[in-house]
């Protein structure tokens, strides 16, 4: 998408230090940090809600699921963290491409 900020964070036209990096996704620091530690997996294929899923886009999905927690001490979350994706405007889903927020590095509230 030309407008997505998360597409354009992709391409490299808005700079953004990439913590982690493959060929279906980024993992970037979250600029509003919800928790000491917040990041955000951005799959590299552009689609906002889960409901647009084929399985090509579920295949990404899987993969980006998979290597989450093979990066969690380069990420230092070793000691747990939560993992949500927003969907839809009364799901606080800021940007309409679909992302993975991972938090942690403390002791998280309950909800």
């Not at 490299?12 to 913590?19: A, D, H, K, N, Y």
């Not at 969690?72 to 491409?97: P, S, T």
Request: charged share 30%.
């Amino acid at each position: 998408m030309e407008n997505c900020i998360f597409c354009k964070i992709i391409r490299g036209e808005i700079p953004s230090p990439r913590l982690y990096e493959d060929g279906d996704m980024i993992i970037i620091r979250d600029i509003e940090p919800k928790a000491k530690l917040h990041y955000l997996c951005i799959p590299k294929t552009h689609f906002a809600l889960l409901s647009e899923m084929d399985g090509e886009k579920a295949e990404i999905l899987k993969r980006c699921f998979a290597k989450i927690p093979t990066l969690e001490k380069e990420l230092g979350l070793e000691k747990g963290y939560r993992v949500i994706i927003n969907q839809g405007e009364d799901g606080g889903q800021a940007v309409h491409h679909l992302h993975i927020h991972l938090l942690g590095g403390e002791k998280l509230k309950d909800f």
